[in-house]
């Protein structure tokens, strides 16, 4: 195929994209957040699912009226088996997937919180994507769940 075609393909794709690109196609499944405390930084945690017929980059989050700006974050483990959190510059749903955010796995990081995250309120949060349209989602800071976690995380395995 020569490279004129190519383009000429690429463009009606460009123009094709934003009629099968809805914002409804991402489902958000889960959401929380813990309380704040005194920390400077806090995760947020939300699990979507892509049932768009493309592939989805989350690309970057913010929350600005809690804090200054939002990172993407992973955990990883070091040379050393320390692990880790390390930013990450975005991540990837293939259609049918879905992206499950955890403690101790990949999370969104509200960096220089402009103030506390108490138990019980909402906070929003801007989550921007290529493949389609920017998602406001309403996050619950809950102290229940963060209860829940320690106490499955110290639960021994069931044979
Ligand atoms: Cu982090």
């Known amino acids: 195929m020569c490279i004129k075609r ?16 809805h914002a409804t196609c991402i489902r958000v499944l889960d959401r929380w957040a813990p309380p704040s405390y005194s920390q400077v930084n806090a995760a947020a945690y939300i699990t979507l699912r ?15 009226a809690v804090s200054l700006s939002a990172e993407l974050h992973t955990h990883i483990t070091d040379a050393q088996g320390i692990i880790r959190m390390r930013q990450v510059k975005e991540m990837t749903l293939a259609p049918g997937e879905s992206l499950t955010m955890q403690p101790g796995g ?10 506390k995250l108490a138990d019980g309120e909402e906070i929003v949060l801007t989550l921007r994507f290529t493949g389609v349209p920017t998602l406001k989602v309403s996050i619950p800071i809950s ?4 209860l829940a976690h320690l106490k499955s995380r ?4 069931h044979h």
């Open 50 to 64: 892509n049932d768009c017929p493309q592939r989805i980059r989350l690309r970057s989050a913010s929350a600005e």
């Open 106 to 115: 990949k999370h969104l990081m509200l960096m220089n919180l402009r103030r």
């Open 154 to 157: 110290n639960t021994p395995p």
């Open 143 to 146: 102290s229940a769940r963060l």
């Open 6 to 21: 190519l383009r000429w393909l690429a463009a009606l794709l460009v123009t094709c994209l934003p009629a099968l690109s």
